[in-house]
Nanobody, 124 residues
Framework: QVQLAESGGGLVQPGGSLRLSCVASENIFSRYSIGWFRQAPGKEREFVAGLNRSGATYDYVDDAKGRFTNSMDNAKNTVYLQMNSLKHADTAVYYC?????????????????WGQGNLVNVSS
């Protein structure tokens, strides 16, 4: 059973930065692509960014392009999401998920494992 755990969220002012971490219980990145999703209050969970099984970024949601960056540290079984120039609209619970899709996916149902979620609150 793969386990994922996010950390790094918190309260930040508009324009600030945070780096989220997603640590896997084992080295899964050769077998799973990793996606970052977020869920704002009263809204559905939406795709934000993803890394495929080669460790390359395969997609960002338009709103995140130029502000968010994916990266991976295989030795630490960890994927990161660096978020810069944060806006009020980025406030949400952020989740990392693992999918066997080689190219990654924006579709929730294709993900087999999820972390517990981590709150990012952008507020002045």
């Amino acid at each position: 059973q793969v386990q994922l755990a996010e950390s790094g969220g918190g309260l930040v002012q508009p324009g600030g930065s945070l780096r989220l971490s997603c640590v896997a219980s084992e080295n899964i990145f050769s077998r799973y692509s990793i996606g970052w999703f977020r869920q704002a209050p009263g809204k559905e969970r939406e795709f934000v960014a993803g890394l495929n099984r080669s460790g390359a970024t395969y997609d960002y949601v338009d709103d995140a392009k130029g502000r968010f960056t994916n990266s991976m540290d295989n030795a630490k079984n960890t994927v990161y999401l660096q978020m810069n120039s944060l806006k009020h609209a980025d406030t949400a619970v952020y989740y990392c998920g693992a999918t066997t899709s080689y190219t990654g996916s924006r579709i929730l149902s294709r993900y087999s494992y999820w972390g517990q979620g981590n709150l990012v609150n952008v507020s002045s």
